[in-house]
């Protein structure tokens, strides 16, 4: 137990070192779907103002960034530490709920 | 408004899938996570709780990490197959799932629209394509050698992202978006690339959890509780 709460810890640590200090010097590149969207000139398919816009969340997120927030590497770093908190948080509780009806304690 | 170029975004935007193509891969990835859910309540123990925390942390924070491969393109971890290896195709589908809801709620990576399409494509191909692959992998060179997980996780891990790319093409050109030829050409010929990334990812944590704690894989090595001689842990 005092085992898994080691390995939990750290690697939710990892996870957020992560978010925080690598996704700022992520490539800018485009990825592979993105490429192959501008070389074969379909990317402006793309729906201009996707419904995911009207979403609560776009008042503070914009894409991985924090609107709030003007410096670059700090807003996608803040983005990343939420995001993975909030990831980390949904997948332990719906697991949890899950588990928890196939073996009431 | 300061605006930078954000190639972190990256999933398949609304706008290229067709309608019958949203609705399929919609209902598709919504009857695995149905069927997830239900394995998970009658197989899963207490104990995969926090490691569904941990992968799902994990793979969304290695999901932002874009890496570049040759000339101006990048790539980045889709992380399916690793879901898959660490906690079995059913918890694994939860948690990609979790990870593909979250980023395009809250942070607009990939098209309402497309969600479906992006959890079959990104995560439920390797969560189940790239995972029972492994274990025939696995199990073929030897189930309780690192030599049989590392061959198997890297092959299924490469070969979950090429599948996917094709997948992608196939809908793409089922949308009108593209055509197949092309599209197939184009996507096949980066992601060859992208899922070397991909394995070297996947097999980097896959053999930092089997030498430190190989009982928490899914499919957990036998010998390594018994034999406890250092042999059992070389390589």
């Known amino acids: 137990m005092h085992k898994n709460n080691i390995l939990v810890l750290s690697g939710l640590a990892l996870a957020l070192t992560i978010a925080a200090f690598l996704s700022p010097f992520a490539s800018k590149d485009p990825d592979g779907l993105d490429r192959v969207a501008q070389d074969l000139k379909f990317e402006e398919k793309a729906t201009e103002e996707p419904a995911t816009k009207q979403l609560p969340f776009f008042q503070i997120f914009e894409e991985y960034s924090i609107k709030a927030v003007p410096d670059e590497k700090v807003s996608t770093a803040l983005a990343g530490i939420t995001g993975t908190l909030v990831v980390f948080g949904l997948a332990w509780g719906i697991g949890k709920l899950a588990v928890r009806k196939s073996e009431p304690k | 408004?300061?605006?930078?170029?954000?190639?972190?975004?990256?999933?398949?935007?609304?706008g290229y899938l067709s309608l019958p193509v949203s609705l399929v891969t919609g209902g598709i990835a919504i009857a695995l996570i149905a069927l997830s859910l239900n394995r998970v309540q009658s197989e899963y123990k207490e104990r995969t709780v926090p490691l569904m925390g941990v992968s799902a942390a994990f793979i969304f924070a290695a999901q932002m990490i874009n890496f570049p491969i040759v000339g101006g393109t990048s790539g980045h971890?889709?992380?399916?197959?690793?879901?898959?290896?660490?906690l079995g195709p059913w918890a694994g589908s939860l948690v990609m799932s979790v990870v593909f809801i979250v980023q395009t709620i809250m942070f607009q990576d990939g098209g309402l629209t497309a969600l479906g399409a992006n959890i079959t494509i990104m995560g439920l191909i390797g969560t189940?394509?790239?995972?029972?692959?492994?274990?025939?992998?696995?199990?073929?060179?030897?189930?309780?050698?690192?030599?049989?997980?590392?061959?198997?996780?890297?092959?299924?891990?490469?070969?979950?992202?090429?599948?996917?790319?094709?997948?992608?093409?196939?809908?793409?050109?089922?949308?009108?978006?593209?055509?197949?030829a092309v599209g197939m050409t184009a996507m096949l010929s980066w992601h060859f690339m992208i899922g070397i990334g991909e394995a070297f990812i996947t097999l980097a944590v896959t053999s930092f959890i089997w030498k430190t704690r190989p009982e928490l894989i899914y499919d957990a090595p036998h010998t390594l509780a018994s034999r406890t001689s250092p042999s059992g842990r070389e390589e």
């Open chain 2, 1 to 14: 408004m300061f605006s930078f170029p954000v190639y972190l975004a990256m999933h398949i935007p609304d």
């Open chain 2, 128 to 180: 189940f394509g790239g995972y029972y692959l492994y274990r025939v992998i696995r199990f073929l060179i030897g189930r309780n050698t690192w030599l049989g997980m590392s061959v198997s996780t890297a092959i299924a891990s490469w070969t979950s992202v090429v599948i996917a790319a094709a997948v992608c093409a196939v809908l793409l050109a089922l949308s009108d978006t593209v055509s197949l």
């Open chain 2, 77 to 86: 971890l889709m992380g399916g197959t690793l879901a898959g290896i660490l």
